[in-house]
């Protein structure tokens, strides 16, 4: 029963969380896209962004167990 519960929440909640994040991200970047002036000062925030991004992205899989 936990099995066949499982298969069914698991992507409705994969979908619900990858696009929310989606939209965060994106509502977020163009914020901060319209908020920093500077063509050095938005690629470092960039830099510093994708750097956060690539060790947060594996712990909130590991969390939700994807």
């Known amino acids: 029963m936990t099995g066949i519960i499982r298969e069914l929440l698991l992507p409705i909640v994969r979908s619900f969380v990858e696009d929310r994040s989606l939209a965060l991200f994106t ?3 163009k914020w901060l896209d319209a908020n ?3 063509r050095h000062v938005k ?5 510093f962004l994708g750097l956060a991004a690539f ?6 899989c ?5």
């Open 27 to 29: 509502k977020a970047g």
């Open 36 to 38: 920093l002036a500077g």
């Open 43 to 47: 690629l470092v925030i960039g830099m």
């Open 55 to 60: 060790f947060f992205v594996p712990v909130v």
């Open 62 to 66: 590991g969390i939700l167990g994807f």
